[in-house]
């Protein structure tokens, strides 16, 4: 497979090396998927994708992507085709079982993913390459252990998609894991090709409503890439009515919230009730003693949830107590 150099596209993840085999290359696929002859390999830090047509090499390409560390979970997939809007894994010896899951209809049973005798499944339409957020495909995996899911986002490695606290998140294959990324899936479009490695959601608060509208409920949603630095983190407001997409309250890029090393994390909304008025609701995990507002509304509350009424437009800076005393700013 020798396209002139100069015809070769290259790309690679944040933080890739793109030069010789980091180590001795072991090769994982040679073969022609769909209208083209492909080999991935991996090298110890990197997985590296060569692919060009099969007539001629006109179009050739060249990806590398991190994934030093990676664990048999995270060996799981890898991308081997792009072609029309869709893409096919190649998935590990241990594999048992691949479905696609719609991560918009949680209650939804998936479809079951054929592979042919190398591994290599079927076309899924990739909502990496999607224009809309109509429908989120997911590639569900059964291996010894259980099932697991893994989202494209535009790169080699998929991301393995979790849920629940920082320390301890699990896949997010549960009912209630379901129907909260249902609400929050099209916000992953704000992670696509960052070299995510897995991203977590977990509920952080729950919040009675003002005015009897019921009780939101404030996720976290934190994206881990490969090389260890350039997380985004994520924070989200969810209406009762399970039909609403989440809204976006604050996101931030290189903060450790919501992770391991700090899963604090605090922010706040401006949401209108029913009967029309309006409020700046805000929420705060549980080490949370008291909350304040203040400049374009003053408010304050002890505990960790607080709701002031407001105007519309308002602003607002959204300040916090911690249970030993520190005072922390909201995710930004």
Known sequence: MGAARGSVRSSATPGTPVGPPMGPPQLLFAGRVDAGRVVLFHDGLRAVRYAEPVAGTAGAALDFARTDGADAVGSTALVVSRAAGNVRYLTAPWVRETAVRNLLAPAKEPYVLARDADGV??????????????????????????????TDLGELAPARLLWGRPADPADATGTEAREAWARTACQLTAVRARGVRSVNAWRFA???????????????????????????VLAQFLVPSPEVPAALAARSEGSPACGVRDPRVLAGVLWRAPGGSWYVLAAGSSDFASLEVSGGVEGRSDGSVLAVRASA???????????DGTRTAALR
């Open 121 to 150: 499944t079927d076309p899924v339409p990739s909502p990496a390459q999607a224009k809309g957020c109509t429908r989120w495909n997911a590639l569900q995996v059964r291996d010894g252990a259980g099932l697991r899911l893994f």
């Open 206 to 232: 729950r919040q009675p409503l003002p005015e009897d509208a019921g009780l939101g409920a404030w996720l976290c949603t934190r994206a881990e890439t490969w090389r260890g630095t350039g997380g985004r």
């Open 313 to 323: 437009g308002a602003e607002a800076d959204l300040n916090g107590t911690l249970r």
